[in-house]
């Protein structure tokens, strides 16, 4: 009978950060960023236990709402700027082994600020290692962007150029073409696998015999700054990446898009109503929104709103900008799908844009499911895409914009 390794998946997320305020639970493309790294964890085969080692209630109460585990908090003093990896994990493990008596065989180590993760890297790498009993650890790389055998430093007495590296029987690397010059990796901080001993016997995250994993460059991310932040959004909706969701699998915009439909109250409006004396109702939309629905249906892309909302405020709006629109509907689905059908359009070249629980059913009907920013939070990760603008304040124009560029 052969034991199951028991491999213990560690999130290390302490609560200060500088660069990006509250990073570790701040929203990342509808998700907060360690719910990434959280589903890499729980969706691997290999790993038998996903835990946070955060300083922090609210992300301990984040990351046990997303499934994983935060059996200790972790001391002030080990959630410092300056901080090393190696005091936090050697905590980890004597902690569980003192009050739990719980000794994993491989210790993993999936960083909140390298989200965006092929499926498949966490097995690869505890398999790796599982398979060399000698090694003592696998690091995730890639390969280097720049060579530094073309590198140099500046000799402090002299101000002179010094080689950083230099090449046995090669006089000049820094002058050789890169194909004569050995191969060279970055790491990357997607994932690192380590033997316990390591850590507890050697003192290191790393340990002597470190074998490699190479990790495909185009998910290489390591969020530090908003510009950072940015990027590996983009990378989510837009690199087609097969990575690892803390939900479903985003799906990108359809191609063609045949049709774009709207939620009206959140998506159209900021989501409040002003109510006068006699009972009449009054919302706040975007002007520019108008603009951006004529330019996107007269290059041919048609849409229309979908509401359960009776008020005619929903018929005047939409008169306004010339959208065909269905309101007072009970059933958004089962109206969509009949919809759908009459006109003979393909559900899956359909892309909807909605904001609330009673969009949900919709979501799995078409192409692309599209919500607005400030959108409710459990639906913000069943989204495909989750725009940067709140509805009623240019939600629509950005998603319609976002259409037409595309489809050029």
Avoid at 11 to 22: L, V
Avoid at 103 to 112: A, C, N, S, Y
Avoid at 264 to 285: C, H, P, S
Avoid at 338 to 353: A, C, G
């Amino acid at each position: 009978m052969v034991t199951r390794a028991e491999v213990l998946a560690v999130i290390p997320a302490r609560g200060g950060s500088k660069g990006i305020p509250r990073k570790n639970i701040r929203s990342f493309a509808g998700c907060p960023l360690i719910g990434y790294s959280i589903a890499a964890g729980l969706k691997a085969k290999l790993v038998t236990r996903v835990i946070v080692s955060t300083d922090d209630e609210e992300i301990a109460a984040v990351a046990r709402s997303l499934g994983a585990e935060t059996p200790f908090m972790r001391p002030a003093e080990l959630a410092q700027d300056t901080t090393l990896d190696l005091p936090v994990f050697e905590h980890a493990l004597r902690w569980l082994a003192q009050h739990e008596n719980y000794h994993p065989d491989v210790i993993v180590q999936l960083r909140p600020t390298s989200p965006v993760r092929p499926v498949g890297l966490v097995d690869e790498t505890v398999e790796l290692l599982l398979s060399h009993p000698e090694a003592d650890s696998v690091r995730g790389v890639v390969p280097s962007g720049q060579n530094p055998y073309k590198m140099w430093r500046i000799e402090p007495s002299t101000g002179a150029l010094v080689p950083l590296l230099r090449v046995e029987g090669l006089a000049e690397p820094f002058n050789a073409p890169r194909q004569s010059l050995p191969s060279t990796y970055w790491q990357t901080g997607h994932i690192d696998a380590i033997r316990p001993r390591a850590i507890l016997e050697q003192g290191s995250m790393s340990g002597s015999l470190i074998l490699p994993v190479l990790v495909d460059p185009r998910y290489t991310v390591d969020i530090d700054n908003p510009s950072d932040w940015q990027r590996a959004e983009w990378l989510v909706y837009y690199g087609g990446l097969d990575m690892v969701h803390p939900g479903r699998a985003r799906r990108g915009l359809p191609d063609p898009v045949e049709l774009v439909v709207f939620d009206f109250d959140g998506v159209m409006t900021d989501n409040r109503v002003w109510v006068n004396g006699q009972g009449e109702e009054f919302v706040a939309a975007y002007r520019s929104d108008s603009m951006g629905l004529q330019r996107m249906m007269k290059a041919g892309i048609p849409a229309m709103v979908l509401s359960t909302e009776t008020d005619p405020v929903v018929a005047a709006r939409c008169n306004k900008m010339k959208l065909p629109y269905l309101h007072g509907v009970a059933d958004k689905a089962d109206t969509l799908r009949r919809y759908l059908t009459e006109k003979n359009i393909r559900p899956d070249h359909v892309v909807f844009v909605g904001n609330d629980i009673n969009d949900l059913p919709c979501f799995d009907l078409v192409g692309c499911a599209v919500v607005v920013a400030d959108a409710q939070p459990e639906v913000l990760p069943q989204a495909d895409l989750v725009l940067t603008r709140s509805g009623g304040h240019g939600a629509v124009r950005e998603i319609c914009d976002m259409i037409l560029k595309y489809r050029q």
